[in-house]
DNA sequence: GTCAGATTGTGAATTATTGCACATAAAAGG
DNA sequence: CCTTTTATGTGCAATAATTCACAATCTGAC
C-alpha cells in the first residue's frame, strides 16, 4: 500500500502494541509468527493484523507468515524507534524519578540527557543515571545545547503550563505531560498526555455495569 | 436517551476527560459552562461534548449551558467515580511508591488500603501513608479481608502474570497493569493496561511525519 | 510436478463514530 | 407579551474503523 495512503492513528497505537510480543517471540527465538498467533497475544483482530502491517507495504509471506527479527526491525522503521530519542524531564518528585530510573525507556532508544527542578535543594545533585539536577533556569538553554526533542513534565498542574512555555520558547518537538492538565499549546508541538486516573475511571464504569 | 443504548467506549472516556475541566470551572467559581467552551478545553468539537452527555439524559438548559457543580456530580455518578474504590498494589519499586504518593487518586476516591513487595528488606517497613508493606504470601487473605476491589501491578515483567493469577485466584475484579506485558486473564475481571513507551513511540511517529 | 495445507493481502460489507444543521426551549430586553 | 439571542438535544448524513471472505501464493510431502 502507498505511503501516501493516510494512515489511521489507531494503527500506529496498534502498531506500536505488536512491538512487545515480537521482542517476546524474539527471545523465545521464534523465527516465524503468523498474524493470527500476533493478534491473539495483543488481543485484537487478525485481519486487523493484517491490515494495519500492509498499510506499510507486505512484510508477510502467504502459507508462512511473518519474519519475526524483520517485522521487528521495520515495525521500528516505521515508528522511527530505531534511533536515539533525547528526553528531558522538569519535575523530580516521585514520578519524574521513577520515569528516569524506568528501564524500558532506554531499551527503546528513549534517553533522559537533563533532568530539572525549582526546588534549590535538589538542584545539583547527581542522579544515580549519571545526572546532575539542573535549575528551571537552565532549560531554554539546554534544550538547544543538549538537542532535547521530546520534553516530559511531572510538575504539579499549577507549574505545567510555565514549564510548558518554557519548553515551546525553547523550540521543544513534543511534550509528554503527566500532568492533569490541559496545557495550551503553539501548532508546531505536539503534545501528549497521561493521567492514569483516566484509566481507573474506565475501569470504574465498567465494574459498575 | 435511554440507558438501553449501547454507549460507545470512546463517549466513556470522553466523559472521565470532562471531569478536571469540570473541576477548574467549579474552583473558578464558574457556575455554568456551554458545550462550546467545555469541548474547547478538551480540544475536541462541540457538538461531541452534547452528544457525549445525551447519552445519559439532558443535563443541559437550552439557552444557558449546563450548570457547572450539577455535571460534575452527574458525571461522577455515570462513571462510578462517585464512592470510595479500594486499590492494592504489587512491587514498591519507584514507580509502586510514585502511585502510591500520587495524590490525585485520594482526590479522586481511589484509595490504596494494601501494598506488597516480594523483597524481605521492604516487608513490614511503614510507608508514609501509613500502611505496613506486606508479602505477597498475603495477598490472596488481604484482597479478600479489605475488601480490595482493583489491583495495580508495578512488579517487573516476569513476576506479572504471576501476581495477576494471585490476584484472580483473590477474586480481584479489575487490574491496571503498568508492566509491559499482556496478561492472561479469566473472563470475569477486567484489564487495563498502561504503557508510557507507547505514547513515546507515538509522538516519535509523528515527529518523523 | 502436482496437490494439500497454510496464511497473507485486500476489496467489499459491516459496524461504529463523528459532526452538521436545525428544531426546540429558555432568558432577557423592550 | 413578543422578539431576539443563545445554546441544548438529536435525526441524519458523512466519515472512519473493523471484520469478513476469498483469491493469491508459498511450502512441503509424495
Not at 26 to 33: F, H, S
Not at 132 to 155: A, F, R, S
Amino acid at each position: 500500500m502507498s505511503s501516501e495512503t493516510k494512515i489511521p492513528d489507531a494503527t500506529i497505537e496498534r502498531v506500536a502494541l505488536y512491538l512487545r510480543p515480537l521482542e517476546k517471540l524474539m527471545e523465545k527465538r521464534n523465527q516465524v509468527v503468523s498474524s493470527e498467533k500476533l493478534a491473539e497475544m495483543c488481543k485484537v483482530n487478525p485481519a486487523q493484523v493484517r491490515k494495519d502491517l500492509s498499510f506499510f507495504g507486505g512484510f508477510g509471506v502467504r502459507g508462512v507468515g511473518y519474519e519475526v527479527h524483520d517485522l521487528l526491525i521495520e515495525i521500528k522503521k516505521i515508528l522511527a524507534s530505531d534511533r536515539e530519542w533525547r528526553l528531558g524531564i522538569v519535575g523530580l518528585d516521585d514520578m519524574g524519578m521513577a520515569l528516569l530510573y524506568h528501564k524500558n525507556f532506554l531499551k527503546r532508544g528513549y534517553k533522559f540527557v537533563a533532568a530539572f527542578d525549582s526546588d534549590p535543594q535538589k538542584v545539583g545533585k547527581k542522579l544515580p543515571i549519571g545526572l546532575v539536577v539542573q535549575p528551571v533556569t537552565k532549560i531554554k538553554q539546554l534544550v538547544k545545547d543538549l538537542d532535547i526533542e521530546i520534553g516530559v513534565i511531572t510538575t504539579s498542574p499549577s507549574r505545567a503550563q510555565d514549564i510548558a512555555d518554557i519548553y515551546f520558547e525553547a523550540g521543544i518537538l513534543a511534550i509528554l505531560n503527566f500532568s492533569p492538565i490541559q496545557l495550551r499549546t503553539p501548532e508546531c508541538c505536539l503534545v501528549q498526555n497521561v493521567d492514569f486516573t483516566l484509566n481507573l475511571d474506565h475501569l470504574a464504569y465498567k465494574l459498575s455495569q
